[in-house]
């Protein structure tokens, strides 16, 4: 394999399991586009790789998990996907469409609100710090996650739960999270990434064509990518055009980053 990581995602590779790490605690780990192409190239070595058999996705520090997108590099101008159209069609952070065949784990050392939910949903497991808060607060901002969330956390709740969710943008805890399916297990911020490995060594164990075949069909995962949800994504980017065209996806950020309550205009 060759040599995997930048600036923003260090990688490396215990056994057979594969350990990739979003490396910006000073900005909450929150997606760039050196983190897409960094997440998003590990997994491709990952899933090209005999050796591997699974992979754990978390994020440095102890504060967040992801804080999904960079709002600063935004706010520049700056893309937060790479110019490859090959790595574009990974999706946000290189793995929200990057559908491969190798069991992803989720190892949440912190909030995962916003993208950083929209990573754990993408994940096939997760095991998460007790202290760790899950939620969607894009309704509070003009916004929708678009990044799958709206859909994918509707098909892992029940609805009802997830709607509360989604339209409330409130979150949940991780004991909550727990009790809902939403993680596999919870650990205390000195064993989690024992616990994400101790979980990943359980599946590396087992006959790797085997695992591999089952994810496919547990997740609908054909050529590359799970079928049952072409049409999700595909009315995810006819909201996307209302939304993030309107006056309140302006209205939104601006007072929060000027600490007042928003005024919706519905338009």
Do not use: Y
């Amino acid at each position: 394999m060759s040599e995997l990581g930048n600036d923003a995602v260090t990688v490396e590779t215990r056994g057979h399991v594969m350990l990739i790490m979003i490396n910006r605690p000073e900005a909450r780990n929150a997606v760039n586009a050196q983190v897409h192409e960094g997440v998003g190239d590990a997994l491709h070595a990952a899933d090209t790789d005999p050796e591997i058999r699974a992979v754990i996705v978390t994020g440095a520090g102890d504060k967040a998990f992801c804080a999904g997108a960079d709002l600063v590099a935004l706010s520049r101008g700056e893309s937060l996907a790479p110019d490859d159209k090959t790595k574009q069609a990974w999706g946000f952070a290189g793995l929200i469409t990057h559908a491969i065949s190798k069991p992803m784990i989720a190892c949440v050392n912190g909030d995962a609100l916003g993208g950083g939910l929209e990573i754990t949903l993408a994940c096939d497991l997760a095991v998460a710090v007790d202290t760790a808060r899950f939620g969607l607060p894009e309704a509070k901002r003009g916004l929708f996650a678009a990044a799958g969330g709206v859909f994918r956390l509707a098909d892992q709740l029940p609805k009802k739960i997830a709607l509360e969710m989604i339209l409330t943008g409130d979150p949940i805890s991780a004991t909550r999270a727990l009790e809902l399916g939403l993680v596999n297990a919870l650990a205390p911020r000195d064993g989690l990434l024992d616990a994400a490995f101790a979980l990943a060594e359980r599946i590396a164990v087992n006959a790797p064509l085997s695992v591999q075949a089952s994810k496919r069909m547990a997740q609908g995962i054909v050529d590359g990518k799970i079928a049952r949800e072409e049409a999700p994504w595909a009315q995810n980017r006819g909201e996307a055009k209302i939304v993030f065209t309107s006056a309140d996806s302006r209205e939104g950020p601006k007072a929060f980053a000027e600490k007042r309550a928003p005024v919706w205009k519905a338009k």
